[in-house]
């Protein structure tokens, strides 16, 4: 065996090493960065990106602020205890998902993720506003929201609004949802998006009895 032929194999043995590693070190880096990202990242993002362009109403940054602070008729908003109380039968509200970054959280009348109380048999109409430009929202009124939110169904028929594209410069993506509140109970209004119900996306919704006449 001569020197030539161990210095070599010496060197064919440590390019072999090098090369390993870097592989190895890569498949690292690249595999398990992005299975990181799989596990934390928020569905709610991608969603957002897909629908940013979707068609449908939108309205713009200032009609959006101005509506999010508006107290609706015949309610009483109450930032004491939280809650917008109404009284009459014809409800109707205006609600801003995810305006101030990075909260996740509802904005009615100003307020975030106020108790909604309104009379039994009230038709409800409210107006969600996806506010965010990173994600999607949207606003289901449910009986039962934990643990699966996304799961949830609906306590009145067509009290969903499932999933608003990113706001953008030519607006924000707004869908109006109308239904009768029939059934006195205490819900919950939350955002449908994994997680975002958790994270501050939640807020009560109350059907009071109706009073009985002469009381
Ligand atoms: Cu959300």
Redesign the pocket.
Known sequence: MNRRYVLTVALAGAIGLVVAFTVLGIGYLVWGRSDGMMSDRDS?TAMGARLRDAPGPRVSHKDAARLGAQTPAGATVDPGRNSIVFTGADVRLVVL??PVMPA?DFRIAGLIDPTVIVPAGAHVSMQVI?A?DD?????VVTRNPFPMTMMTSPAFRGAEALALGDASPAGMHTQTIDFTADTPGGYRYV???P???E?G?SGAFIVAPKASPGS
Not at 135 to 139: D, E, F, I, V
């Open positions: 709610g998902a995810s996740e996806n965010d994600m999607a929202h949207g606003l955002c449908p998006m997680g975002h119900a994270k996306m």
